[in-house]
């Protein structure tokens, strides 16, 4: 049996060693890892809403994700935020992203379920959903969003993210099972201007995010400001 190296032949990758020593490989969430397992250019894709999102909402102070699943992209945002709270509704995510949890980041993992009621510890000055709204039953929309805009502040952001309803006929059967609301951008537009006056919409296509034809998107983006205070 092979034994492996226990230094590297350029000193400025010797971190690598020392990390692995004292602290050990840091896994995948027990999504993401399942994702790499099946289908590893999927996990950029994630990656990559969620750094498009950071880049969003730099220089906010508070910061609520619902739906952050295994939680395991949440670190992008905590890079840009100091304070995070991220939620789900499922306790096997949520224990999964608390057992990988590290001090450095620091970020507040809690079991809730949106359509229960508003998040405690309000107000946050920006909220994130990415892959969320297309799960909630149309009869149940209003609720969600009254329940995001309850703990957001009035001046704050929220950036609503989903597949489109034109990707649904490309999507896998499992993914489909879950998707019960997706929509077309002007539709997902006009659902979030009941409770925004300013509603950005941006498209992506595999990793790239762009301004382009909503038809001819895979995914939507919306980049909301200004609660409404009528709804």
């Known amino acids: 049996m092979s034994v492996a190296p226990t230094t590297t032949k350029e000193i400025q ?32 894709f994630m990656l990559s809403r969620y750094k498009f999102v950071a880049k969003m909402i730099e220089r906010r102070k508070r910061l609520l994700e619902i739906g952050c699943g295994d939680g395991f992209c949440t670190r992008l945002l905590r890079q840009a935020v100091p304070q995070v709270v991220a939620v789900d509704f499922d306790p096997v995510f949520i224990s999964d992203a608390q057992a990988r949890n590290e ?15 508003p998040v405690a510890g309000g107000p946050f000055d920006v909220v994130v959903s990415l892959d969320v709204m297309e799960h909630i ?25 989903m597949p489109s309803l034109e990707s649904q ?58 609660v409404r205070s009528e709804r």
């Open 13 to 44: 990758y010797s971190p690598c060693i020392e990390l692995r020593d004292s602290q050990g490989l840091a896994p995948l969430g027990i999504v993401t890892n399942l994702v790499w397992h099946e289908d590893p250019r999927h996990l950029l």
């Open 103 to 117: 001090a450095r980041w620091d970020i507040d993992y809690r079991v809730h379920d949106i359509l229960d009621g």
């Open 137 to 161: 039953e149309e009869a149940h929309e209003r609720t969600y969003l009254d329940n995001i805009v309850a703990v957001l502040d009035p001046t704050g952001m929220a950036v609503i993210g």
């Open 169 to 226: 006929v490309y999507a896998s059967e499992r993914s489909r099972a879950g998707h019960v609301n997706c929509m077309s951008g002007p539709d997902l537009v006009a659902s979030l201007e009941r409770y925004f006056r300013h509603v950005l919409l941006f498209s992506m296509n595999d990793e790239v995010v762009h301004t382009g034809y909503h038809k001819m998107a895979h995914y939507l983006f919306a980049v909301c400001t200004e």
